[in-house]
């Protein structure tokens, strides 16, 4: 095995044990994990706030979207009512 893969992999793994080591192991770390639990219920309810406002937006802008349509759909209908009734009335 090569000597920096297993030099890489030690760092790594005391990083990773630091970290650990730091949030469980500490009654600073029991702050930190309070504060990392709160911070992700914020963000969580943004991203769902967030959300909630893309659905409405989309919603509004089909609800405007099939009414136009319907309103040409309904403008199309006369205009081939009227072309046919002046084609047979001639």
Do not use: P, W
């Not at 893969?5 to 760092?11: E, F, S, Y």
């Not at 029991?30 to 990392?36: G, P, Q, S, T, Y």
């Not at 099939?66 to 009734?85: F, N």
Request: without cysteine.
């Amino acid at each position: 095995m090569n000597k920096s893969k297993v030099i890489t992999g030690i760092l790594i793994g005391v990083a990773a044990g630091a970290a650990i080591y730091s949030l469980y192991g500490t009654k600073k770390g029991a702050k930190l994990r309070k504060k990392i639990s709160a911070k992700s219920g914020d963000i969580s309810d943004i991203v769902m706030s967030k959300f909630n406002e893309l659905g409405e937006t989309l919603k509004n802008k089909y609800s405007k979207v099939k009414t136009e349509g319907q309103e040409l759909y309904e403008k199309g209908k006369k205009r081939a009512e009227q072309v046919h009734d002046a084609k047979f009335s001639m």
